[in-house]
């Protein structure tokens, strides 16, 4: 693929991109919003939102494919970050600027538009089609003023301080490694140390909680209709999380089934209130894979530490475990609160309280 011009304003673009603090980040409910609106107007299988690092193009959101990165040079939002109107790619196998990327065959038709930050490129909404399409002005005008709505969210922070610090701790090319390919969420390293900094933050100025949540008989799925079906069903589920926590909680795929959220400034009632509004959002509606409908609950088990109570994270998590264990020895689809110690916890399952 040649290599796109290079900007004369490089260097001041990647100064507002390291700024913005979204590359190596999970997706978001916001910008999710906006790709899901994207797809929907253009009636397009595929659209995204990118970041456009140095040498990565991040996708922060992501619907009808696969993937969180991308390396920059053979990415079509090369091109778009060059200047302001919208990048055109009707077909890519036809089009020198991309026609032997790795991407021409399975991304055949582009359209992109820059997003800002503080005057400067920093990133694109784009939509895509494995098949050739026409996009014509009035299509374009519509798709730059959707991607005005996504540079309104860029100006506002929503992620916790934790989270970015530990974004902003690793080079462009390892961020990867922290995020969970299929879910998009935090893997399970990067919200433990999420939960760490926030747990110490919390002993000394504010509360916060810890969400321990498993989808209900998640094996049962795989063994009835597959694992691609399971892998649907996960993705769905970290889509619907996303949309039922606030901004600055942290979600993270813990292993398997499991899913760890944190939530920092929480307190039992907070956390009760969340923990609710996300099992009725993970059980809003049956996910569809293919020909099949498929029904889901959840359990969900929290606790909370607070200043006056100097608790490690370890603990923390325990308790929610327990209660999540509780939750699901109970029948399932319900929310259970973790007792104030792990004794107690213990004592507690012990004599089926």
């Not at 810890?210 to 970290?238: Q, S, Y």
């Amino acid at each position: 693929m040649p290599a796109a011009p290079a900007s004369p304003y490089e260097a001041r673009r990647l100064a507002a991109v390291q700024k913005l603090r979204l590359l190596g980040t999970p997706a978001e409910e916001r910008f999710d919003k906006i790709t899901r609106l994207a797809r929907h107007m253009f009636e397009v299988p595929m659209a995204c939102l990118d970041i456009v690092g140095e040498k990565l193009a991040w996708l922060k959101s992501v619907q009808g494919f696969d993937g969180i990165e991308g390396l920059r040079k053979d990415s079509y939002c090369h091109y778009t970050v060059l200047d302001d109107g919208v990048c055109l790619v009707q077909d890519a196998r036809t089009d020198t600027r991309v026609f032997d990327s790795v991407l021409a065959d399975y991304w055949v038709f582009y359209a992109g538009a820059p997003l800002h930050f503080e005057g400067e490129r920093v990133g694109v909404l784009c939509i895509g089609d494995s098949n050739p399409r026409d996009f014509d002005a009035e299509k374009m005008s519509s798709l730059i003023d959707l991607a005005s709505l996504a540079e309104r969210e860029l100006q506002l922070a929503a992620l916790s301080e934790a989270q970015v610090a530990l974004a902003a701790s690793h080079e462009e090319l390892e961020m990867k490694a922290r995020i969970d390919v299929l879910t998009h969420l935090w893997n399970r390293g990067a919200i433990l140390e999420i939960a760490n900094a926030e747990c110490a933050a919390a002993q000394t100025d504010k509360p916060m909680a810890a969400l321990m949540l498993d989808i209900d008989h998640f094996k049962t799925i795989n063994d009835t209709h597959g694992h691609p079906a399971g892998d649907e069903v996960l993705r769905v589920v970290a889509s619907r999380l996303r949309a039922a926590i606030r901004k600055s909680d942290a979600v993270g795929r813990y292993g398997g089934e499991e899913f760890l959220i944190i939530l920092p400034d929480a307190d039992l009632t907070a956390a009760a209130d969340i923990s609710e509004r996300i099992r009725q959002e993970v059980a809003s509606s049956p996910i569809s894979f293919g020909e099949l409908t498929i029904p889901v609950t959840c359990s969900i088990g929290y606790s909370i530490v607070q200043n006056t109570v100097q608790d490690a994270i370890s603990s923390l998590i325990g308790r929610a475990d327990s209660a999540l264990y509780r939750a699901k020895s109970s029948g399932r689809n319900r929310v259970e609160v973790g007792a104030a110690s792990c004794d107690e916890d213990v004592i507690a399952d012990a004599v089926g309280v």
